[in-house]
């Protein structure tokens, strides 16, 4: 069983940046594709970032393209995204994520997941 908790949320000044964690539990992490997502209230989860297993490879949402990074430590089971330049759009709870195969942008595609952690940004 793989078990992931996401820390380092809270709240957050526009302009601000943050970095969130993912511990991740259980075996075969580095065989994962890992992923964040977050979801604002009233709307749907929405895909920000992932990354390939040996984390050669990225890819990004257009609303975090050039503000994000993902990255993940293959030693530690640990994935962590940074954020900067936040905007009260931004404000969500945040879940990383891990799949198998499947399309990278697709919620369905994953079969873990973390409980989130709330990003609140204000003015």
């Known amino acids: 069983q793989v078990q992931l908790v996401e820390s380092g949320g809270g709240l957050v000044q526009t302009g601000g940046s943050l970095r969130l964690s993912c511990a991740v539990s259980?075996?075969?992490?580095?065989?994962?594709?890992m992923a964040w997502f977050r979801q604002a209230p009233g709307k749907e989860r929405e895909f920000l970032a992932t990354i390939t297993p040996r984390g050669l490879s990225t890819f990004y949402a257009d609303s975090v393209r050039g503000r994000a990074t993902i990255a993940r430590d293959n030693a530690k089971n640990t994935v962590s995204l940074r954020m900067s330049n936040l905007n009260l759009e931004d404000t969500a709870v945040y879940y990383c994520?891990?799949?198998?195969?499947?399309?990278?942008?697709?919620?369905?595609?994953?079969?873990?997941w973390g409980q989130g952690t709330q990003v609140t940004v204000s003015s």
């Open positions: 994520a891990a799949r198998s195969d499947g399309r990278y942008d697709d919620v369905s595609s994953y079969v873990y």
């Open positions: 259980g075996h075969m992490f580095s065989s994962y594709y």
